[in-house]
């Protein structure tokens, strides 16, 4: 059975940092894009970090460049947001997702496993 699962939300204040784990069961990682999306309440989802299984590609959100940094580790089976700088309006819901088709980063349509998510809360 394929499956995600996110870990490291949490409380933290504006500033702050956190580091979100998305640990896969079921597929390997390494032959598989990955993305890092986020959801608030009565907002649109939005993809913030994706990391390309075709070539060392990354993309970010222009609201994370500079302050987020997508990784995976192929020995864990683990991918990973590390968040800094955090602010509020970072406030969501946040879920990995994988994609082993579509050859690259691209919309959300085209991955096909998601977590259950984990959530993020940036107030003072």
């Known amino acids: 059975q394929v499956r995600l699962v996110e870990s490291g939300g949490g409380l933290v204040q504006p500033g702050g940092a956190l580091r979100l784990s998305c640990t896969a069961s079921g597929l390997e990682m390494e032959y598989y894009t990955i993305a890092w999306f986020r959801q608030a309440p009565e907002k649109e989802r939005e993809e913030v970090a994706c990391?390309?299984?075709?070539?060392?590609?990354?993309q970010y959100a222009d609201s994370v460049k500079g302050r987020f940094t997508i990784s995976r580790d192929e020995a864990k089976n683990t991918a990973y947001l590390q968040m800094t700088y955090l602010r509020p309006e970072a406030t969501a819901r946040y879920y990995c997702?994988?994609?082993?088709?579509?050859?690259?980063?691209?919309?959300?349509?085209?991955?096909?496993?998601w977590g259950q998510g984990t959530q993020v809360t940036v107030s003072s």
């Open positions: 997702a994988t994609d082993q088709y579509s050859g690259g980063c691209g919309p959300a349509s085209g991955f096909d496993t």
């Open positions: 990391i390309s299984n075709v070539d060392p590609n990354f």
